[in-house]
């Protein structure tokens, strides 16, 4: 790759740092991007090039949300190990199932949150009259981090978007603080993916390491907007990602 692609892939790596600060979804920016200027990258290297990046952006967007939003650290830590691991599962069986049947089942889930948010404008703006219990958000977030980290590291686009529209529908949180408690758990299922591509060889580090830098500068800033413009901004940014995921989903299978 000469100097222009990797001009693209920072400026793409920024990018969806910013998304995936705010909503998710980044990784239907960055993949697209690496696959375009290095198209004989394999599907596990590019998948283990774009979480070193990710790593990176979700902590720094984690820490940032912390310094403002309250976090319930003894329920999200445990949750992101128990994330970790079912991404490492996930992205162990990355070669062994056809990701392919995947995309229509994820398609029609992005398409049922669309309609949701959209019907309901309530969701994730304000918060719930009943607060849940302790018992329920912790059987919420950990089987969100279980299911939603094998999910990440299987397919991957489209994680912290789940896990904040599941945060704002089962527990009621507003989208800035489901926000915050997602890239907690994102960090987690981000580095267990890592862990796995790295031990098998899948990663280019130096490439990784670059784009992680764009990832960092984009996911602060993304996360500091989400903070100063509120849920309502949230909403409206989670609604645009989800159709262009459909979109790019969409593509990819019938395209």
Known sequence: MDFG?????????????????????????VLPTLFLV????????????NKMAAVAGTSAS???FAR??????????????????????????????????FIPIVMVVLVGVAIVVTLRPSIGVTLATRRP???????????????IGLYDGLLGPGTGTFLIITFATLLGTEFVRAAAMAKVINCGSNAGALIFFGVTGHILFALG????????VGAIAGSRMALRKGAEFVRVVL????????????????G
């Open 5 to 29: 692609d990797w001009t693209v892939l920072l400026v793409a790596a920024t990018a969806a740092g910013w998304v995936d600060a705010v909503v998710g979804g980044g990784g239907l920016i």
């Open 38 to 49: 290095a198209p004989g990258i394999s599907p596990q290297t590019a998948l283990g090039t």
């Open 62 to 64: 984690a820490l940032t």
């Open 68 to 101: 403002t939003v309250p976090m319930r650290w003894r329920i999200l830590l445990p949750a992101a190990v128990i994330a970790a691991g079912a991404a490492a599962v996930g992205a162990a069986a990355v070669s062994l199932i056809d990701r392919a049947l």
């Open 133 to 147: 219990t302790r018992r329920k958000v912790i059987l919420v977030v950990a089987l969100a981090a279980g299911l």
């Open 209 to 216: 390491a670059a784009m992680a830098v764009g990832n960092v």
């Open 239 to 254: 609604l645009v990602v989800v159709v262009a995921m459909v979109i790019r989903l969409g593509w990819q299978q019938f």
